[in-house]
């Protein structure tokens, strides 16, 4: 099983900042098949990356994605207030599907 | 424009089973698989599974082997998930979610669409 391990598990910051979201893999993650969802109280999470770095349909272009192989990290290059939110990355490389813990965006 | 409807919330008993529903509206399952995540409260997401409707073969997550059955009924493009033998600690939000499906189904995807969740409670 892969484990993803997220970081920060708390990252506080102002409207207008940039956020910085790393998601480590135990083992390679094949074909970058990592996933970046957003999810906000109360509401199912949302797809924001697919393939490390490929954007979903709809998703704005202040969100980002990069890396490969066991790093990888999720950018959002300046913060709206819509975007404060849990992260959490996945893996779909290999079963069981695997999700980080999350890390929360929190208004500082 | 597509969208998985679930089932509502649902109260059980130690040691009985539930079964949730999850329905494409405005779409079917064709080229995609449907796959059952749950959320405890306050915790992060677990996928537990996936079924291809179109050959009704599922693949579960070795924690769940044994006592959980997801199927799905193409002629209503609707899919179930049926968790038995709950104790407290299966208290969660169980989302469906919609991943595609395209030439090689033995492949896993990402999900692009998701249920709003179905809260299932465990208590005595």
């Known amino acids: 099983e892969i484990v993803l391990t997220q970081s920060p598990g708390t990252l506080s910051l102002s409207p207008g900042e940039r956020a910085t979201l790393s998601c480590r893999a135990s083992q390679s993650v094949s074909s970058s098949y990592l996933a970046w969802y957003q999810q906000k109280p109360g509401q199912a999470p949302r797809l924001l990356i697919y393939g490390a770095s490929s954007r979903a349909a709809g998703i704005p272009d202040r969100f980002s994605g990069s890396g490969s192989g066991t790093d990888f990290t999720l950018t959002i290059s300046r913060l709206e207030p819509e975007d404060f939110a849990v992260y959490y990355c996945?893996?779909?490389?290999?079963?069981?599907?695997?999700f980080g813990g999350g890390t929360k965006v929190e208004i500082k | 424009q597509v969208q998985l409807v679930q089932s509502g919330a649902e109260v059980e008993k130690p040691g009985s089973s539930v079964k949730v529903s999850c329905k494409a509206s405005?779409?079917?399952?064709?080229?995609?698989?449907i796959n059952w995540v749950r959320q405890a409260p306050g915790q992060g997401l677990e996928w537990m599974g996936r079924?291809?409707?179109?050959?009704?073969?599922?693949n579960y997550a070795q924690k769940f082997q044994g006592r959980v059955t997801i199927t799905a009924d193409e002629s209503t493009s609707t899919a179930y998930m049926e968790l038995s033998s709950l104790r407290s600690e299966d208290t969660a939000v169980y989302y469906c979610a919609r991943a595609f499906c395209g030439g090689d189904c033995s492949v896993y995807w990402y999900f692009d669409l998701w249920g709003r969740g179905t809260l299932v409670t465990v208590s005595s």
């Open positions: 996945q893996q779909y490389s290999s079963s069981p599907l695997t």
């Open positions: 405005g779409g079917t399952f064709s080229s995609y698989t």
């Open positions: 079924i291809i409707p179109i050959f009704g073969t599922a």
